[in-house]
């Protein structure tokens, strides 16, 4: 995946986060019923992949927020990206 690269969520997906005692995060598959748990950075990086962002538009919100180490970053936001890819949850614009 190229930094430069656009993607969006796809269609019969949608991100879901519960505010109770603790915080939970979600992608949801409305066709299947499929649901992935999500850690509060993944969560983050989906909700702000909206099909005009690009890669590194999505890690420099994400680093903004967190302050994390920009190599375990990088390396977190690409295997988000290739999993949800894999997963048919996102796809490239």
Known sequence: MEKNSI???SDNWNLHKEDLKEKKFYLFNVTDG????LNEISFEMLKNIDGTK???????IVYMIYKVDK???WED???????????KALQVV
């Not at 499929?34 to 748990?37: E, P, T, Y």
């Not at 690009?54 to 420099?60: C, E, R």
């Open 7 to 9: 993607l969006k969520l």
């Open 34 to 37: 499929d649901i992935i748990r």
């Open 54 to 60: 690009t890669v590194q538009d999505i890690f420099d």
């Open 71 to 73: 190599q375990v970053l």
């Open 77 to 87: 936001v690409f295997s988000l990206i290739e999993k949800a890819i894999k997963n």
